[in-house]
């Protein structure tokens, strides 16, 4: 059928609607354009339909510098101009706030800010992943592809941080040549890349047991002189791999990052938002937002390695940090070390159970994409805090949560800004100002 992109969802597709009025969603459609579509799903209130020809491109349509495009999963907007994602990506937030949070138009309109954004488009990613194919007993790796079951050979990427344009090449052909000798049992390759601090670290996940630990550094330090060599061991299901450990095969062991005045340093499992200069934006708005004083005491829930615990620890009195994942917690507290800060309790353990008894002034959460559980919120209110920063990653978790809030009667939500950590893709981080009522 001929269709008409009308908008994007949260997610890789275009939305159009058919004759009848229901929903299509159309992969390999941008804004604007009108498509010959071949339906591939049929539901009782959608369609799903992938683009057979493009009839009239859309204006926001260009030629992006990926030939991999709608195949790679990396990239799904890459053909849609930078200006049509921030007006898309606003766009989803406000539907968010509508359809899930039930906020009125004219409370929607005082909430969201313009979205914000730093200066690279391509070229900002921090890190990337690889994952192995085994394909004609040739052993190689590749990047996931819309279809997670896809693995697609690629030997650059665009997103990934331009001051090291060869380093997918040389990590792919190193692996490649070692791993046609003998199964190295790889179940992903990490590379994390700083332009700030010239670090490139190299993480190889494996299942524990022996590994070729000394002709594996020598090639891989051979070939790109990396910072550091990581094996992180992992073990259990597939579905719920835990980490064993981590052994350093050469260098430091770890990687660093400059990020708002401060040197984090991170172990290949912890979590650091791929998009540096973009990450930088969150921490100046939650700052912003909250004016954490002197004399005050914060509360950083899910709070990882530290992003928004240092620069906290730097302007309150006291900072109480909450964070489940081990090698996060670690993390913390060497970042601690190395910025001389002695005033941040660190807390391991999740965020419901180990919830801090401190009278709280301030709050930061950063919490996983399922957002904040109702006991979460529960406890927050309970605090006498007079303001809360909400980092999400996640429109439909946080619209539901702010309802929470509100409904709760706690605090309010005052501003919403989207940040665009993520160009080229549907994903957007929010930064959410609540204030006590």
Known sequence: MQLTITAMTYGPDGLARDPQGKAVFVSGGVIGDVVEARVVEDGASFSRAVVEELLEPSPSRRQAPCPFVGVCGGCPWGSMSREAQLAAKEENLRSTLD????????????????IRFAKDEWGYRNKV????????????????????????????????????????????????YLGNSRDLEIERVGIRASRRTRALEIALWTPTGAFPRAQVSRVLGDSLKPSSVVRVMSKGDRRARKVAGVEALLGEGSWTESIA?????LSAPSFFQVNTAAAEILIELVMDDLQPQEDEVAVDLYCGAGTFTLPLARRCEYVAAVESYGPAVRDLRRNLEIARLDNVDVIGGDAVREF???????????????????????LIASTPARAVAYVSCDPATLARDLRR????????????TPVDLFPQTFHCETVVHLVRR
């Open 261 to 265: 005045q401060e040197q984090m340093r």
């Open 405 to 416: 809030f509100c409904d709760q009667g706690t605090f309010t939500p005052v501003s919403a």
């Open 129 to 176: 992943e690889l994952a192995p194919i085994h394909q004609n007993g040739k052993f190689s790796l590749g990047m996931h592809g819309r279809d997670p079951q896809q693995v697609i050979r690629v030997d650059k990427c665009p997103l990934f941080e331009k001051k090291y344009p060869k380093a997918l090449k040389g990590v792919i052909g190193a692996l490649s």
């Open 99 to 114: 359809r899930i949070g039930r906020f009125t138009p004219e409370e929607i309109d005082n909430l969201v800010k313009p």
């Open 356 to 378: 801090p008894d401190e009278e709280a002034d301030l709050l930061v959460v950063d919490p996983p994409r399922a957002g904040l559980a109702p006991e979460a919120i529960d």
